[in-house]
T-cell receptor, first 112, second 115 residues
Framework: QKEVEQNSGPLSVPEGAIASLNCTYS??????FFWYRQYSGKSPELIMF????GDKEDGRFTAQLNKASQYVSLLIRDSQPSDSATYLC????????????FGQGTILTVHP | DAGVIQSPRHEVTEMGQEVTLRCKPI?????LFWYRQTMMRGLELLIY????????DSGMPEDRFSAKMPNASFSTLKIQPSEPRDSAVYFC?????????????FGPGTRLTVL
């Protein structure tokens, strides 16, 4: 089993809809969870991080963490074409102190 | 803040040549990370430094790869000799202290093509 699993997509949603991106992980000791966005040909940029179980909201983005189920998700409300990118889930802590383990990423396409 | 700076942005070389990639982390950051990204393998951590000391190089693919951080503001990743399978985008990232809760900030990357 891979350490971090993401559905590679592509996930296609219409403009204005909610996009739901999911990530599961195997290391129960993971302590920090990050969502990065990467536009084609660009470097990853941080969108959100979450450390505690529950929801964390920032504008149109909501991160959800369930450590018991080893599951973290990112919801994007009112999706815009500019949200079209690859979304990378990353984990830190546990057995990987000091470094992040990235998933393969989910390609999101928001069509007008 | 200038962010993480990498050079060159693009590098095309022939198999067998030496390649050196350079990185300047964000000022004040104590941890530096080198990643490689390919379509097949995604984003892979090669090596990371904390306070200029290599902490984990388990991701370095083989002896052809080496990395140094002679001071807090500069790091190099060297491939010698280069091979076509080394073609990838190489990212450098830095964080403030290297704790697992720290955000890593990525540079623009170096796109390496080995012919």
């Amino acid at each position: 089993q891979k350490e971090v699993e993401q559905n590679s997509g592509p996930l296609s949603v219409p403009e204005g809809a909610i996009a739901s991106l999911n990530c599961t992980y195997s290391d129960r000791g993971s302590q920090s969870f990050f969502w990065y966005r990467q536009y084609s040909g660009k470097s990853p940029e941080l969108i959100m991080f979450i450390y505690s179980n529950g929801d964390k909201e920032d504008g149109r983005f909501t991160a959800q963490l369930n450590k018991a189920s080893q599951y973290v998700s990112l919801l994007i409300r009112d999706s815009q074409p500019s949200d079209s990118a690859t979304y990378l889930c990353a984990l830190g802590g546990g057995t990987s102190y000091g470094k992040l383990t990235f998933g393969q990423g989910t390609i999101l396409t928001v069509h007008p | 803040d200038a962010g993480v700076i990498q050079s060159p942005r693009h590098e095309v070389t022939e198999m067998g040549q030496e390649v050196t990639l350079r990185c300047k982390p964000i000022s004040g950051h104590n941890s530096l990370f080198w990643y490689r990204q390919t379509m097949m393998r995604g984003l892979e951590l090669l090596i990371y430094f904390n306070n200029n000391v290599p902490i984990d190089d388990s991701g370095m693919p083989e002896d052809r790869f080496s990395a140094k951080m002679p001071n807090a503001s500069f790091s190099t990743l060297k491939i010698q000799p280069s091979e076509p399978r080394d073609s990838a985008v190489y990212f450098c990232a830095s964080s403030s202290s290297g704790r697992s809760t720290d955000t890593q900030y990525f540079g623009p990357g170096t796109r390496l093509t080995v012919l």
